[in-house]
């Protein structure tokens, strides 16, 4: 594939390559490499990222079709990342697949608006059927006048002290 080619992926005009873009969010490396990995086999881009506040910044680059989200995760969760997610109307419609090992996995992700869910341990031919079903008919996600998004939200970590925005710049 060539540079203009690849490039083509990120793009959000109305020329859609077939390509779904995938987020995979979640901070087990090992989980989140082999989930990543299981979609890429199926034809599937996919981007990854450690946690929701990394999700955001990965999500200013490309817009995805879709998101697998952990929900328990350091710095930004699963929940407040769905929480942000809806609160900006341009990525708001983006479908969520809730994949965790808590308890109550499918309450928690009615109450967090996700369109499906997985608790973990799941098998990866259900995982793509998920994502299948979630990307189907799923529209190319909207260009962004300037290419990035705007949350006027800050990172309160547990410690309840603010260290950071979701820019990545201390407080």
Request: charged share 25%; hydrophobic share 45%; aromatic share 4%.
């Amino acid at each position: 594939m060539d540079v203009k080619t690849s490039l083509n992926i990120f793009r959000s005009d109305p020329v859609d390559t077939g390509i779904k873009r995938i987020l995979v969010v979640d901070d087990e490396p090992m989980i989140r490499e082999l989930v990543a990995d299981a979609l890429r086999e199926f034809g599937y881009h996919v981007e990854t990222a450690a946690n929701g506040a990394e999700a955001l910044e990965v999500m200013r680059q490309a817009v995805p079709h879709a998101i697998v989200l952990d929900l328990m995760m350091p710095r930004l969760d699963g929940s407040g990342f769905v929480e942000l997610l809806r609160l900006n109307p341009t990525i708001a419609a983006v479908p969520v697949l809730l994949v965790t090992a808590a308890y109550g996995a499918q309450e928690t992700a009615e109450q967090i608006g996700a369109q499906a869910c997985l608790t973990k341990p799941f098998e990866l031919d259900r995982l793509i059927e998920l994502v299948g079903q979630l990307t189907a008919g799923a529209p190319l996600p909207l260009e962004l006048a300037d290419g990035s998004f705007d949350f006027p939200v800050r990172l309160v970590p547990r410690s309840g002290h603010a260290d950071k925005d979701v820019h990545g710049v201390s407080a």
